[in-house]
């Protein structure tokens, strides 16, 4: 906003100056550090149920993230607080309608050593909110692939082949092959699903934690390459390869609901801006332009608010300008968002 500029006769200017140097000696600039503070409270999540709402909280400016659990039928009780300490939470998941799993980190080395190694290491734990038991899993440097809204208390989990200096650690990390498996919280157990490789590397999975979606790099071509995996099928199909200089996007969200054997792809298909098409895996083809615009790319896709009734549905499309937008194609959902922009400004 720019200063209005006031008309003040001069003595009344110089009956001013002494005041206004007077607050100009008394002001003292934010510390440094205070613009780079983490957000107090994030990662708001209700429960399946609905029974619990759970958030991260850092309590004070140098510590670490708690969560807080609480009666969602009464915000007033005391909340239920997990601390890791002195590890630090840096995520969390509701896996049933009493079970989180989260992740922690904890530095363990003062510098690199190494490709893409960092400082941290990251481990796995799990609680139970109405019984208060927490359990730490030996899965060092996991990442939680899916959560199985089908199978509560399980998640698929991940580990990159070769460690982050295996013969993949270059490649675009969208594409590094991956080991996928399906972890029991309650039996701290895992089962083998799938091992990727640089060919077919990067796999997403369904609701009932079927494979259905993976990413590849041909070395010999220089090109990264879409696969599908069809309901009931044991074996991959190729739907797209993309040159690694090519600069159009070309990227598979979801599988497209309304329509039998297509997905949605965010992509040019030859336009200035990236939009959001239906893709026939049949004919790989890009028949039916869902939703792009003229002034700014598709940013990506906005999920149904009940992921747990809803799994991977798709109900609206978002994108960038003055702030984050979203056109909903689900009525119901867009009409809950708007309410909720009225009542948090």
Do not use: C
């Not at 899965?139 to 899916?146: F, Q, S, V, W």
């Not at 080991?179 to 060919?199: N, P």
């Not at 996007?249 to 298909?269: M, R």
Request: hydrophobic share 40%; no cysteine; glycine share 6%.
């Amino acid at each position: 906003m720019k200063a209005r500029q006031l008309r003040i006769p001069f003595l009344i200017t110089l009956a001013l100056a002494g005041a206004t140097g007077a607050v100009a000696a008394e002001f003292k600039p934010y510390p440094l550090e205070y613009w780079a503070l983490r957000e107090v409270i994030n990662n708001a999540q209700v429960s399946p149920d609905g029974k619990y709402l759970g958030l991260m909280k850092i309590p004070a400016r140098d510590a670490n993230p708690v969560i807080e659990v609480y009666d969602a039928a009464d915000l007033s009780k005391e909340p239920f607080r997990l601390n890791a300490d002195p590890m630090e939470i840096t995520n969390f998941y509701w896996v049933s309608n009493t079970a989180i799993i989260f992740t922690l980190r904890q530095k363990v080395r003062d510098r690199i050593e190494g490709f893409n190694q960092g400082v941290y290491e990251n481990r796995l734990a799990a609680v139970d909110v109405e019984d208060k038991k927490m359990r730490s899993f030996d899965e060092l440097d996991a990442t939680i692939a899916n959560l199985l809204p089908n199978k509560p208390g399980k998640v698929i989990l991940s580990y990159v082949e070769g460690g982050d200096e295996g013969p993949s650690s270059k490649i675009r990390e969208a594409f590094r092959p991956r080991s996928y498996w399906e972890f029991d919280l309650k039996k701290g157990t895992k089962s083998l699903l799938v091992r990727g490789k640089i060919a077919l590397g990067n796999i997403d999975f369904d609701a009932e934690g079927n494979p259905w979606l993976a990413r590849g790099f041909d070395i010999a071509t220089g090109e990264f390459i879409w696969y599908i995996r069809r309901a009931g099928a044991t074996g991959w199909e190729e739907v797209d390869r993309q040159n690694e200089d090519d600069f159009e996007t070309f990227t598979i969200i979801e599988k497209d609901h309304s329509k039998p054997d297509h997905v949605l792809v965010q992509a040019n298909n030859g336009q200035d801006k990236v939009g959001l098409w239906s893709f026939d895996i049949n004919n790989h083809t890009l028949d039916e332009l869902i939703y792009r615009r003229n002034d700014v790319d598709v940013y990506g896709v906005k999920y149904h608010s009940n992921d747990w009734e809803h799994p991977d549905e798709v109900v609206g499309v978002t994108y960038f300008k003055d702030k984050l937008h979203t056109e909903f194609f689900d009525e119901t959902e867009g009409a809950i968002y708007a309410q909720l922009e009225g009542i948090i400004p």
